[in-house]
């Protein structure tokens, strides 16, 4: 037993007692090694012959109904045994409810079965001081310092004990007859046990538990030890053919079942335990349900696994459950008490086949855990399963740790150094703003794609912006004349215009808006800023990009003149020195009309009709008349 003292190591037993009894007493310890509550039974030296000889036997007899030895060790003048976290029954009975006790008892049974039929010893000291109840409210049986083998089961062996035995458990045959039935003297205690606690409990709506009731009072306490029957017939009795007990037997006894016997139960199995309280579904049946067995069952990861490894919404369910309904078993405060610390154990098996089975479903319960469970216990397991040569769990463990980012953050899962490696492309949203048109001409081909904005429009954007919407007035050039036709044309023109875009050629001409030019007064400042724009002869054409006007560039002078009777062009060709003059009106008559100009042509426009064939003609016809 002294080589056990190194597996837990630092071990910090609390000053508090919990239970005192002849010669120990009962107190919680936690170890600080692997963060886990411990029950510790502390004895002085002097007297810890009996707590030894218990240690000794909880060491041999093992099982799920007897007290689990952990540890034992001297120190500070005591010998002390420290067993899986409990307290006595005395303390926990009031809060258990009738099925607890009805599962409670059953567990004390089957232990004292496996002890009789499997170890062939009795314990002597059947009563609720040697029964504990662990948190997840199993029964265990302990006191194993009286456990006798049936060989030495005397009357002289029986009595060196008796003192410190229970009185009412120590039948009435022990103390006249030299041999003693070794299940008849614990087949006394035990229906003395169920006497005291049944007694205490509300059982009219539970027929078979008024029944069995009657059968420890009678039956188990009959002065005749032959009468009394066998430990193992009283586990057929109705009073444990609960629904849990039945549920409990089917998955201890899974491997004997035949592959439809396990299709119909687990077909079945939701519906059952919907009916039950969530708590004691994950206090007593949550090992058997998360058992490898039961989780590698094709059945069972059909119509149990994808309910059993959820979480249910905070609201509750209502109306009665059916199979077609299925939802998650436990709310988010039960799983994380019960059925978490399981399920943290579990990842740390190293079966491929039970790691998909939990990672299949790991989006709907990960987020059950507490951070330092995810953090500590959950991300380094999936850790080691992307070092796996297997492909498939490879590829499941990666989308379990997708789902642990929002929760613990990228940088505690995939560490390293992490930077801004990625831009965000979506187009900015910029707020809508009426604006003026931007001409474009490129100089080599002199041809105009232009929008119109009516003068009704630029008036009641005028009136919006608070800015005058008057207009400089128009002067009557040389060649007034011509002026009273300038309505008619401009309704000819409003009649057959059409969008000009110029000829289908490698350098197509383009126009665009310019926020710069939002008021209508800077019209006339702005045409004359205006630059073609360059064509790009490559694939980045095709993108989305938004255009640049170069503003230092030149526009072409402009002829606004050519539609008028009589024609007034210019040439293209340099002024010569006696024309300096009509140069000198000209000039003027541009300025003082660009705005007019500009607000006609874009009423008429350039039609394709409208080529420069006959620029020559207009040209000899200026220079006749200027002469």
């Not at 059947?126 to 009357?155: H, M, Q, R």
């Not at 016997?261 to 309280?277: D, M, N, V, Y």
């Not at 463990?397 to 980012?405: G, Y």
Request: net charge negative; proline share 5%.
């Amino acid at each position: 037993m002294g080589n056990e003292k190194s597996n837990l190591g630092n071990i910090d037993i609390k000053p508090d007692v919990i239970e005192v009894a002849n010669t120990w007493t009962l107190k919680q310890a936690f170890c600080t090694a692997n963060s886990t509550q411990y029950s510790v039974f502390c004895s002085p030296l002097d007297t810890s012959s009996s707590l030894e000889l218990a240690a000794k036997n909880l060491i041999l007899y093992r099982h799920p109904g007897i007290l689990k030895y952990v540890q034992t060790w001297s120190q500070g003048g005591y010998f002390n045994l420290a067993t899986e976290q409990v307290l006595p029954l005395s303390q926990e009975l009031g809060a258990q409810t009738n099925l607890q006790v009805c599962l409670g008892l059953r567990s004390i049974l089957r232990a004292l079965v496996f002890l009789h039929d499997t170890a062939k010893v009795c314990h002597t000291n059947i009563c609720c001081g040697s029964v504990y109840v662990s948190p997840d409210n199993t029964w265990k049986l302990g006191n194993f310092e009286f456990i006798t083998k049936y060989a030495d089961l005397t009357s002289m062996n029986l009595q060196k004990t008796r003192s410190r035995r229970y009185e009412y458990a120590i039948p009435p045959e022990e103390t006249r007859e030299t041999n003693v039935e070794p299940q008849s003297l614990d087949l006394f205690g035990f229906g003395v046990m169920v006497q005291e606690i049944l007694k205490k409990r509300d059982l009219t709506s539970d027929p078979s538990g008024k029944e069995f009731y009657d059968v420890a009072c009678g039956k188990l306490q009959n002065k005749q030890t032959k009468a009394r029957g066998n430990l193992a017939d009283l586990l057929e009795h109705p009073y444990f053919s609960h629904p849990v007990v039945e549920i409990l037997e089917f998955l201890s006894a899974i491997t004997l079942k035949t592959t439809s016997e396990k299709e119909q139960f687990f077909r079945g199995l939701w519906a059952q335990l919907a009916t039950l309280p969530e708590t004691m579904v994950a206090t007593q049946l949550a090992d058997l349900l998360l058992s490898r067995l039961v989780l590698l069952e094709p059945s069972a990861q059909t119509y149990l696994v994808p309910w059993l490894l959820a979480i249910k919404e905070e609201q509750p369910l209502t109306g009665s459950f059916q199979s077609d309904e299925c939802m998650p078993l436990f709310s988010r405060p039960i799983f994380e008490r019960f059925v978490s610390l399981k399920l943290v154990k579990i990842f740390q098996v190293h079966d491929s086949q039970v790691r998909s089975v939990l990672l299949k479903h790991f989006s709907s319960y990960c987020h059950g855990f507490t951070k330092e469970q995810l953090q500590h216990n959950i991300l380094p397991e999936l850790l080691v399963g992307i070092k796996d040569n297997d492909d498939f769990l490879v590829a499941i463990t990666l989308r379990a740790l997708a789902d642990l980012v929002p929760i613990l953050g990228a940088a505690t899962v995939i560490g390293g150094k992490r930077g801004k490696l990625f831009t965000d492309g979506r187009p900015k949203v910029r707020p809508t703003k009426k604006l003026m048109p931007v001409y474009l001409v490129t100089p080599a081909k002199p041809k105009l794609a232009l929008v119109k904005q009516t003068e009704e429009e630029i008036t009641e954007e005028a009136v919006e912006t608070g800015i005058s919407a008057a207009l400089p007035e128009r002067l009557s050039p040389d060649g007034g004349e011509a002026w009273s036709d300038w309505d008619d044309q401009q309704d000819e023109d409003e009649e057959n215009k059409e969008e000009l875009i110029g000829n289908e050629e490698s350098e197509s001409e383009k126009y665009q808006y310019s926020p710069a030019l939002k008021k209508p007064l800077q019209l006339a400042s702005k045409v004359s800023q205006m630059v073609p724009k360059k064509v790009v002869d490559d694939l980045d054409s095709l993108d989305i990009k938004v255009a640049k006007i170069n503003v230092t560039t030149t526009v072409k002078e402009l002829d606004f003149f050519q539609d008028m009777e009589p024609v007034i062009a210019p040439s293209k060709n340099p002024l010569l020195p006696d024309e300096e003059e009509n140069a000198e009106i000209s000039k003027t008559a541009q300025n003082k009309f660009s705005m007019a100009q500009t607000e006609d042509a874009l009423e008429g426009g350039w039609g394709e009709d409208n080529d420069f064939s006959d620029w020559g003609d207009e040209e000899g016809a200026l220079k006749q008349e200027t002469n």
